[in-house]
């Protein structure tokens, strides 16, 4: 069973949203380090079947779901009938609040008209669209699939099936790409009306192609320069910064992504998909013949304190932060007991608002030097 193996179910909260990892892609993009394999329509039969399995041997473990996450890989690779498949395998085995998040991520150029037909019936309420950037040469370097065109054509396919809760993926930080280049990227997501944006720079990890190839992202800098440019550039556009690397029109941030950003539970089902209890977190093996086979999952325990300083410092990675009172319920501890000193040292230098009894948030200078504040309270 998808549980912890140290906590026995019954003493455990539930869990309150769900991840859901479809492993497989058409082709590995240059920077990407995440688990995926060729999507070969037998193991996709195989992974279907042995997922649904795990919901049903999970589900009790389950309160109503606030969210559900579907992400990869690329989830659009799976057919329309299989994507149709998994939706009402999730609704058939877990109960769902009225309002819930139900999002997808999607790239643009394997998204068909049946597809965002399946998606919308499924009950999908947000699509995530992977475009990385708008320029040609860029998505070269990037090792990027698709044209350009498509992204326009998808948010328009979506719209049409009735999914109006829009989000792009774009990454900084490539080499070559100017702050203006940056810029107008960042403008044209914004033009395309989407409700939510994210901004990652580039990392180079080892094992991705752009590693062996060396390549080498932009200087800080330009990173600098350019995370100040997307603020300037989302702001006109009407998204405003919720998270170090996201902006959303008002009541469009990612609730999935907030709640795990906040300690809430959640569970994760399929190939290298994360689990949080409140107290363990555990991962699924990144093979997905292991996990096919019911591999055991690598399971992370840290003592209470020690977990509660994570949620903590997870939290403040948000524009919201944390309520004292809120963080106590989500915990048990007392943000001023538990880090006190490392809180104060942070007030002091520009990176929190903090102090006690009151709201403790990042300022934007602590937004832009999260490591930072990762760094003192963990």
């Given at each position: 069973m998808n549980l912890s193996p140290d906590i026995p179910a019954a003493a455990a909260p539930p869990f309150e949203s769900l991840y859901v990892h479809v492993p497989f892609c058409r082709r590995k993009c240059g920077y990407c380090a995440f688990y995926s394999v060729p999507a070969a329509a037998a193991l996709r039969r195989r992974y279907l079947d042995?997922?649904?399995?795990?919901?049903?041997?999970s589900a009790e473990r389950c309160s109503r779901l606030r969210s559900v996450f579907l992400g990869g890989g690329t989830p659009s690779v799976l057919t329309a009938r299989e994507m149709a498949e998994l939706l009402a395998a999730v609704r058939s085995v877990f109960t769902l609040v009225r309002d819930a998040e139900v999002t997808a991520e999607c790239n643009p150029e394997s998204l068909t008209p049946a597809k965002a037909e399946a998606l919308a019936?499924?009950?999908?309420?947000?699509?995530?669209?992977?475009?990385?950037?708008?320029?040609?040469?860029?998505r070269r370097t990037l090792q990027r699939g698709g044209a350009v065109a498509a992204v326009a054509q998808a948010v328009a396919r979506l719209r049409g099936c009735g999914v109006r809760n829009l989000g792009l993926d774009l990454i900084y930080g490539i080499p070559g790409q100017t702050v203006a280049e940056w810029g107008e990227d960042v403008g044209r997501a914004c033009d395309l009306g989407v409700q939510h944006l994210s901004t990652y720079a580039l990392?180079?990890?080892?094992?991705?192609?752009?590693?062996?190839?060396?390549?080498?992202?932009?200087d800080d800098d330009r990173l600098l320069a350019m995370w100040e440019r997307a603020e300037t550039v989302a702001a006109a556009g009407g998204l405003r910064r919720y998270?170090?690397?996201?902006?959303?029109?008002?009541?469009?941030?990612?609730?999935?992504?907030?709640?795990?950003?906040?300690?809430?539970?959640?569970l994760g089902c399929g190939p290298a998909a994360c689990s949080f209890d409140g107290r363990a977190r555990w991962t699924q093996p990144s093979d997905l013949n292991r996990w096919l086979r019911r591999a055991p999952p690598a399971v992370d325990v840290l003592p209470a304190d020690e977990r509660a300083a994570e949620v903590l410092a997870f939290g403040l990675r948000t524009v919201a932060g944390w309520e004292p009172a809120a963080f106590r319920r989500r915990t048990g501890y007392d943000a001023w007991s538990l880090r006190g000193d490392a809180l104060a040292d942070l007030a002091r230098d520009g990176l929190l608002t903090a102090r006690r009894g009151g709201r403790l948030a990042p300022t934007a200078r602590g937004l832009l030097f999260h490591d930072w504040i990762l760094r003192r309270l963990l």
């Amino acid at each position: 069973m998808n549980l912890s193996p140290d906590i026995p179910a019954a003493a455990a909260p539930p869990f309150e949203s769900l991840y859901v990892h479809v492993p497989f892609c058409r082709r590995k993009c240059g920077y990407c380090a995440f688990y995926s394999v060729p999507a070969a329509a037998a193991l996709r039969r195989r992974y279907l079947d042995r997922l649904t399995a795990e919901f049903a041997e999970s589900a009790e473990r389950c309160s109503r779901l606030r969210s559900v996450f579907l992400g990869g890989g690329t989830p659009s690779v799976l057919t329309a009938r299989e994507m149709a498949e998994l939706l009402a395998a999730v609704r058939s085995v877990f109960t769902l609040v009225r309002d819930a998040e139900v999002t997808a991520e999607c790239n643009p150029e394997s998204l068909t008209p049946a597809k965002a037909e399946a998606l919308a019936a499924g009950g999908v309420s947000r699509v995530s669209l992977g475009v990385q950037s708008f320029q040609a040469r860029h998505r070269r370097t990037l090792q990027r699939g698709g044209a350009v065109a498509a992204v326009a054509q998808a948010v328009a396919r979506l719209r049409g099936c009735g999914v109006r809760n829009l989000g792009l993926d774009l990454i900084y930080g490539i080499p070559g790409q100017t702050v203006a280049e940056w810029g107008e990227d960042v403008g044209r997501a914004c033009d395309l009306g989407v409700q939510h944006l994210s901004t990652y720079a580039l990392t180079v990890e080892e094992g991705t192609r752009l590693a062996a190839a060396g390549v080498r992202p932009a200087d800080d800098d330009r990173l600098l320069a350019m995370w100040e440019r997307a603020e300037t550039v989302a702001a006109a556009g009407g998204l405003r910064r919720y998270e170090v690397s996201n902006f959303a029109r008002p009541g469009r941030e990612c609730r999935h992504n907030m709640d795990v950003w906040h300690g809430r539970t959640y569970l994760g089902c399929g190939p290298a998909a994360c689990s949080f209890d409140g107290r363990a977190r555990w991962t699924q093996p990144s093979d997905l013949n292991r996990w096919l086979r019911r591999a055991p999952p690598a399971v992370d325990v840290l003592p209470a304190d020690e977990r509660a300083a994570e949620v903590l410092a997870f939290g403040l990675r948000t524009v919201a932060g944390w309520e004292p009172a809120a963080f106590r319920r989500r915990t048990g501890y007392d943000a001023w007991s538990l880090r006190g000193d490392a809180l104060a040292d942070l007030a002091r230098d520009g990176l929190l608002t903090a102090r006690r009894g009151g709201r403790l948030a990042p300022t934007a200078r602590g937004l832009l030097f999260h490591d930072w504040i990762l760094r003192r309270l963990l």
